[in-house]
T-cell receptor, first 114, second 113 residues
Framework: NAGVTQTPKFQVLKTGQSMTLQCAQDMNHNSMYWYRQDPGMGLRLIYYSASEGTTDKGEVPNGYNVSRLNKREFSLRLESAAPSQTSVYFC?????????????FGSGTRLTVV | LAKTTQPISMDSYEGQEVNITCSHNNIATNDYITWYQQFPSQGPRFIIQGYKTKVTNEVASLFIPADRKSSTLSLPRVSLSDTAVYYCLVGDTYGGSQGNLIFGKGTKLSVKP
């Protein structure tokens, strides 16, 4: 099925370890996003990429880096994980050229930093 | 950026119509109103989007008054499977404004048998 695919689905890291969360979409969307969701909270935007080759900071970018590898793929990297980064991470995409279709989200990566 | 205010939680029973109202007093001229649904352990799912008056699709209806300072998501005849968190978002996703959609805490709808 067409959509947004995130890997891995679950991950446990030790403080100070690094890892990259992968995201790929097959809807030919221009824009991609990374959000985090903490318990009982809404989603907060970490970084986004309006189009291939561009990235911009969102509301909570500290401690993260991103790479828009190509039009399909947008990765999120934690260079030195901290317990405060324990969260569920969602990747999303949108066509970026209009308003009709909203965002399509992946199923999330549940990350625990111990 | 326009902020939204919606109830933290709502309870309903199967078969009832549920209306969730969202306030967005500072909505801008170019902003659209979008609603998302999120089930536990899943990403949000787009439900409906509108600019003014009424929009209806197979899932819900969205009512937007002329002043656009609020909107109401209407779910007809809810079932247990409609138990989820519903988010109201206001923003302009056109052109260079991507990424400016802000998710609040949403409304947690609990549907009981």
């Amino acid at each position: 099925n067409a959509g947004v695919t995130q890997t891995p689905k679950f991950q446990v890291l030790k403080t100070g370890q690094s890892m990259t969360l992968q995201c790929a979409q097959d809807m030919n969307h221009n824009s991609m996003y990374w959000y985090r969701q903490d318990p009982g909270m809404g989603l907060r935007l970490i970084y986004y990429s309006a189009s291939e080759g561009t990235t911009d900071k969102g509301e909570v970018p500290n401690g993260y880096n991103v790479s828009r590898l190509n039009k399909r793929e947008f990765s999120l990297r934690l260079e030195s994980a901290a317990p405060s980064q324990t969260s569920v991470y969602f990747c999303a995409s949108s066509d970026g050229s209009g308003r009709s279709y909203g965002y399509t989200f992946g199923s999330g990566t549940r990350l625990t930093v111990v | 950026l326009a902020k939204t205010t919606q109830p933290i939680s709502m309870d309903s029973y199967e078969g009832q119509e549920v209306n969730i109202t969202c306030s967005h007093n500072n909505i801008a001229t170019n902003d659209y109103i979008t609603w998302y649904q999120q089930f536990p352990s899943q990403g949000p799912r787009f439900i409906i989007q509108g600019y003014k008056t009424k929009v209806t699709n197979e899932v819900a209806s969205l009512f937007i008054p002329a002043d656009r300072k609020s909107s109401t998501l209407s779910l007809p005849r809810v079932s247990l499977s409609d138990t989820a968190v519903y988010y109201c978002l206001v923003g302009d996703t056109y052109g260079g404004s991507q990424g400016n959609l802000i998710f609040g805490k949403g409304t947690k709808l609990s549907v009981k048998p």
